[in-house]
């Protein structure tokens, strides 16, 4: 909508509040989400009408968009169940309970259980926290003023809590001079006009009687456009439409950046008790008022100047019946007899304060207007109520600084959803919001992309039933209480965990996508470094080199020979790691082919500009994967990155192109570009020119990036000058948002910056690395890597956020980690040199580059999930996809491991107090600190590792038994078997991704069962047919993909109960089940050993193929056949007892195999570890095998002596499922057929199970043969 519509809407809204059209005008207000009338707020919430402020709400903001709007509802529901059980209404509460508040357990479950608590006390002021509880009408009031500080502080209601100033009956005016304007073009204008109706364009008839002309058509007035009561929506009128060639908000960006401020204030924390009395009383606030102002003059600018005749004022001055128009201070129709001072004006003398010296200035404070600064008072930082929060970081967040900030808001600190609610003076000493989950990071509530569409209230994520969550953590502050001092969050990288020195001074850096730890650099004299940070070591250096110089330009080959010293601009990976691109300073761009460890290959060179090439990017314009490159010529470029033919030149530019940065929205490509003149261009990838043209800040090096999840626009320049500006754009008006604070005021070298998280800036300045919040405009922290880092050092994220690169003094990157970083770089530090150098290898790039070919390569994989074969869908944090490229040192002598003495390794059988046969099905929860089984006879077993002493993580060890878990009711998680047996049934199930519910089958109904509570909150679609499999979609946890045993898939929506398709395709029942949330497919395979790909968009069939069985190894008639997504999403693992197959899906064509041979014990399961570099599987014959993903070669056996009792290491007791644990790589579990589990880790002195074998013992790529379990390791090195 237009600023003139919006403003319309504002003229609309004041008129229907004149005419006391109450309810219309606050409907218009919540539909149109211009205006939020806190006075209508407040007396909604005074008079507890409860739906009415949740919907009026509902037109500004949701429960989910932000930690603001979470605790704006969460403070009205928890009101409305406390006065619920206050008036002894318990099915009500229990009503509000489940429908209200279960969507906060969500983000802090134990809350959620306290609250549910209060529902068995007589009186719930029994509760301490609720203790100084009063009446219902104090009550309301205390929540309102908390209310109010959280609305204020809400970006969402920035600039839609003060309306207009605008003069009395503003429309009507219009209309009036509307009317005037028509009547002044009338041929023969009647001295007393009777306007009757607006629906027509008003015209005097002629004396006599005939008609007028028209003045559209009257030929003395020539092209007058024709008068109307509304001037029209299309060509001519005021409100036009913004001409755009593009449908995007591109196009519709305006050159005047924004004077609004942008407050930086924080959720306060969700908490069962409301702030005190005391506290609320010093919080007073002005609701918004329309100032009454005099009727516009006659003379005002927008009044048409056209001559008219004599005698006629700008209005009509003739006895019209115009529209009825209050004047303010005077009566109707006649002027006022004696001025006096209108009503409004503050005229009476209401307080006299002793200053004790003259005043020389005075300020009321913007937000608590009845508090008054004046010369003389102490200053705020000592005696007032906004007091700042010691800090030793010194910005203007340490306290006030002689330079006040301009932020309007007080800041009000984030808590946790807890029990305890901070009151709210205790709340204003936290001048920022401490670190959230990052499961909690909201995207920014004034963003562009927070979605209006309406939710049903309370459908989150997860299945829409009242379901208790697990607990989940929030770092940096305590249960039921806010930080005690500001410090920087715990999730920036601070920790100077490596320096590595490059030998010459890095220019770009950049992290691989998917092998974090993989860092690329670029130096001054070109080179080229490849770094695996885990290991410290360089895996690649080369040097600058023309790879042929006949084929280069003679201004290249005559640059060179005068200037044969060549630096890197710019070097990065494509989107999928499989290809890297250089621009160096002189003409060239080459591109790499990246295929594991140390193997880099020239793939393109190609004379790109003539002079720099100041950047380079890689986008997918057309799924096709293009080079975009920029240079001093003033012209962009795009190469196909396959053939390096140019497909695009984009010139218009008037300086050299410092920067470019792809994007796209809306499925619409386009790409921004930054020149030296501080110009900033937009471009479509259809060569018709620049759609936009603003400046910088700064108008010389400016570059620009989104936030990861491509919503939000910054850049970052430095002017010749030396000033450095990071601001955030608002795209839809090309304006500058936010303009972000703290850097030095002449820095030294040009500013980089980057972006991490959602959530973070970081830039090099001063010497140091600079964090800014993206919601406030503030410095952060500042740190300065133990010293020694360069003026303006250049940073780079890797993709999680959990590693930075920074460029030091004497050639030195130093890599800073925060805990997730430390953990991801400790995998690598006992790893011998036959092992570390772990990267994707040439299966990963012919998938990128199938990806690629098929139209994939652009999907987004941000949060990459993993399918288990046991039915879990879990999200994997920190460990990144990666397939490991082993070593093929031939000089090394290789030996198997075998571990077959306890001694050899970390086992532990859990503890049984519930004797079950056999274990079905195994799988890890996704916090990592708990087990879950299912028996053969349909019941589940949990077993939850405590947080203690010796176990300060709580996660899951081999270390410490853990205990089998029950509900204080004692009942059990049982499924239903109908009329089957449940032995001779296929058990499965699935766990959602936040270990709140488990949904399982036995062979009768699919149940849905609470994970806190034990209780079957659901069951639906009793057999037959009956269930074998689960999975759920990854982007939906209401969708259900459920495998059946008359080899059907039925995908099922679990909110509306129905069945959206039904796939058929096998021939037997289905045995397994992987979604790729990448390449939007589901894979199935059945016992009919056939696997077919399924697009998730369609649910078409794309591809299938039957499982080639190895010769001589016979299947049995109902052999399961498994699938699992590597951590790329482009590979899967297949699994049946003759064979491991790693699978590339687009083509469906096997990459990697290990076939046992007919002697050999039949494999009852496998599974990839967690960041899918090595597979564990299980065999009939009790041993457990570890592979290298990369080659499935045989790195260690477990054999049944290290971990079963003598009396049953000769038995028939085996594993049948054996399960990876979530965030450890090396930790795996496995359910036995004697209904024991066993958990497994190698030793702490060993950090690791086995050596990685050589290439040498056979082809990588081909199939390999096992041969006798039983023989000699070094016979028989793959088992």
């Known amino acids: 909508m237009s600023s003139l519509s919006r403003e319309l809407v504002f003229l609309i809204l004041q008129f229907l509040d004149e005419e006391k059209f109450k309810e219309t005008v606050h409907k218009l207000e919540q539909e149109s989400g211009f205006f939020f009338n806190m006075k209508y707020f407040e007396d909604e919430v005074h008079n507890g009408n409860w739906d009415e402020v949740e919907k009026y709400l509902s037109g500004f903001t949701k429960v989910d968009d932000n930690r603001y709007s979470m605790k704006i509802f ?123 109706t607006l629906f027509v364009d008003h015209s005097c008839g002629p004396p006599n009687g005939a008609r007028a002309p028209s003045p559209v058509n009257n030929p003395l007035l020539g092209g007058i456009p024709k008068a109307g009561g509304f001037p029209p929506l299309g060509a001519h009128g005021p409100f036009q439409p913004t001409a755009s060639p593009v449908p995007t908000p591109l196009a519709g960006w305006m050159s005047s950046p924004s004077s609004v401020p942008h407050p930086a204030v924080s959720a306060g924390a969700i908490a069962l008790g409301g702030p005190s009395i005391s506290a609320a009383l010093k919080h007073p606030r002005t609701p918004p008022t329309n100032a009454a102002l005099d009727y516009p003059s006659a003379d005002s600018e927008h009044v048409s100047k056209r001559t008219r005749p004599m005698g006629i004022t700008d209005e009509v001055n003739l006895g019209v019946n115009m529209l009825p128009m209050s004047f303010p201070g005077q009566g109707h129709g006649h002027t006022s007899a004696a001025f006096k001072a209108p009503d409004d004006l503050p005229k009476t003398v209401a307080r006299t304060l002793s200053q004790g010296s003259s005043p020389m200035s005075m300020d009321f404070h913007p937000i608590k207007q009845t508090l008054l600064l004046a010369g003389g008072f102490p200053p705020l930082g000592a005696h007032g109520p906004f007091q700042p929060t010691a800090s030793p970081v010194p910005t203007p967040l340490a306290g006030w600084m002689s330079s006040p900030s301009s932020v309007p808001h007080p800041a009000v600190s984030a808590g946790a959803i807890a029990l305890g609610g901070p009151s709210i003076s205790a709340a204003l000493k936290h001048p920022r919001t401490p670190p959230t989950n990052a499961a909690l990071d909201y995207p920014s509530a004034d963003s562009e992309h927070v979605s209006k569409r309406t939710r049903p209230m309370g459908i989150t994520d997860e299945v829409n039933l009242g379901v208790n969550m697990l607990p989940m953590s929030f770092p940096g502050q305590g249960h039921g209480h806010t930080s005690a001092a500001f410090k920087a969050p715990d999730d920036l990288p601070k920790t100077v965990a490596r320096t590595l020195s490059q030998g010459s001074s890095p220019m770009s850096m950049d992290f691989h996508p998917i092998k974090q730890t993989l860092l690329l650099v670029g130096t001054n004299v070109g080179d080229i470094g490849l770094w695996e940070v885990g290991s410290r070591e360089r895996l690649v250096q080369k040097t600058f080199k023309v790879w042929d110089l006949s084929k280069c330009s ?45 193997d880099m290959r020239q793939h393109l060179e190609i004379d790109a500009h003539v002079g720099g090439v100041n950047d380079i990017s890689f986008s997918t314009p057309n799924k096709q994967l293009c080079v975009i490159t920029c240079g001093d010529d003033k012209t962009i470029k795009v190469w196909d990155a396959a053939t390096g033919v140019k497909r695009h030149t ?16 809306e499925n619409i490509q386009f790409i921004f570009s930054t020149a030296l003149d501080g110009k900033i261009k937009a471009w479509l990838y259809d060569n018709m020119g620049s759609r936009v043209d603003y400046d910088a800040p700064g108008r010389w090096c400016t570059t620009m990036a989104y936030s990861a999840d491509g919503t939000r626009l910054f850049s970052c320049g430095t002017s010749k000058d030396g000033e450095s500006f990071i601001v955030e754009w608002n795209e839809s008006e090309g304006a500058v948002k936010r303009t972000y604070q703290g850097f030095h005021k002449r820095s030294l070298g040009v500013v980089q910056f980057d972006t991490t998280k959602n959530r973070y800036l970081a830039a090099g300045d001063d010497y140091s690395i600079k964090f800014w919040d993206m919601d406030t405009v503030q410095l952060l922290t500042a740190i300065d890597g133990d010293g020694g880092l360069q003026a303006s050092p250049r940073i780079r994220f890797n993709k999680e956020g959990s590693l930075l690169a920074v460029s030091a003094n004497e050639n030195v990157i130093k890599v800073m980690a925060n805990s997730d970083g430390l953990r991801l770089l400790h995998t690598f530090e006992n790893i011998s040199s036959e092992s570390s150098k772990p990267a994707i290898n040439s299966i990963a790039a012919a998938a990128a580059a199938a990806a690629t070919s098929a139209g994939l390569a652009d999907r987004s994989a941000n949060v990459v999930s993993i399918q288990g074969m046991n039915g879990d869908s879990r999200n994997m944090v920190d460990v990144k996809p990666v397939i490991t490229e082993e070593s093929n040192d031939k000089s090394k002598i290789w030996k198997l491991t075998e571990v077959s003495e306890p001694s050899q390794c970390r086992s532990l059988r859990l503890p049984e107090n519930l004797r079950v046969a056999k274990i079905s099905r195994l799988i890890f929860t996704n916090s990592g600190n708990a087990i879950l089984a299912l028996a053969s006879n349909a019941i589940h077993l949990l077993w939850k590792w405590q947080r203690n002493d010796r176990n300060a993580t709580g996660k899951a060890t081999a270390s410490l038994p853990p205990q089998q878990w029950q509900p204080a009711s004692g009942i059990l998680m049982t499924n239903d078997v109908a009329e089957t047996n449940p032995e001779e049934a296929v058990p499965c199930f699935a766990l959602s991704k936040n270990d709140s519910y488990v949904m399982s089958a036995s062979g009768g109904k699919i149940s849905l069962f609470n994970m806190m509570t034990f209780k079957t909150m659901a069951t639906f679609m009793p057999p037959p047919p009956a269930a074998t499999f689960l999975a759920f979609h990854p982007q939906d946890n209401n969708i259900i993909a459920i495998g059946m045993d008359d080899s059907t898939i039925q995908i099922y929506n679990v909110r509306v109960d129905e069945v959206k398709s039904k796939l058929k395709g096998h021939s037997k029942r289905i045995t397994g089940l992987a979604f790729s949330n990448v390449l939007n497919v589901l894979v199935s395979s059945g016992a009919d050993a056939q696997l077919c790909v399924w697009n998730t968009d369609g649910w078409e069939k794309q591809r299938s193929k039957v499982l080639p069985l190895p010769q001589g190894r016979p299947s049995t008639a109902l052999s399961d056949t498994r699938v699992q997504f590597h951590q790329d999403q482009a590979h899967f693992l297949v699994v049946h007892e003759t064979q491991l197959a790693i699978y590339e899906t687009t083509k469906l064509e096997c990459m990697k195999q290990w076939a046992a041979r007919e002697s050999l014990a039949p494999i009852t399961h496998a599974t990839f570890s967690c960041d899918s570099q090595l597979v564990y599987a299980s065999f009939m014959d009790a041993t457990v095998c570890v592979f290298s993903s990369a080659n499935l070669r045989l790195r260690c056996r477990v054999n049944p002596s290290a971990y079963l009792p003598a009396s049953l290491s000769n038995s028939n007791v085996h594993p049948l499922v054996i399960a990876a644990h979530p965030q450890e790589p090396n930790m795996f579990a496995v359910g036995l057929s004697d209904g024991g589990v066993h958990i497994f880790d190698p030793l702490e002195s060993e950090g690791k199970w086995g050596v990685a074998p050589p290439a040498e013992n056979g082809s990588a790529s081909g199939a390999v043969t096992a041969s006798s379990a039983g023989a000699p390791a070094s016979d028989q090195p793959q088992r």
Not at 573 to 596: E, N, T
Not at 652 to 660: C, D, L, N, T
């Open 74 to 196: 969460f403070e009205i529901r928890k009101q409305k169940y406390l006065e619920a059980l206050d008036k002894h209404d318990r099915p009500k509460a229990v009503d509000i309970l489940v429908k209200d508040l279960k969507v906060f357990s969500t983000f802090n479950e134990e809350l959620f259980k306290e609250i549910t608590q209060l529902l068995t006390l007589e009186n719930f002021r029994e509760n301490e926290q609720l203790s100084k509880y009063g009446d219902t009408k104090s009550a309301r009031a205390i929540m309102l003023v908390e209310l109010k500080k959280l609305i204020e502080a809400n970006p969402l209601f920035r600039d839609k809590l003060q309306f207009p100033t605008l003069r009395n009956s503003r429309l009507r005016t219009l209309i009036n001079q509307s009317l005037n304007w028509q009547h002044q073009l009338c041929k023969n204008p009647r001295p007393n006009p009777d306007i009757k």
């Open 554 to 598: 003679m201004p290249l080959q005559a640059a060179l020979v005068k200037e044969p010293v060549v630096s890197v601009n710019r070097v990065i990976w494509s989107p999928d790691g499989s290809l890297f691109g250089v621009a160096y300073s002189r003409h060239i761009v080459q591109l790499y082919s990246y295929h594991g460890g140390e």
């Open 650 to 665: 984009f010139e218009g530019h008037e300086a050299p192109v410092y920067s470019v940065c792809p994007h796209y929205k």
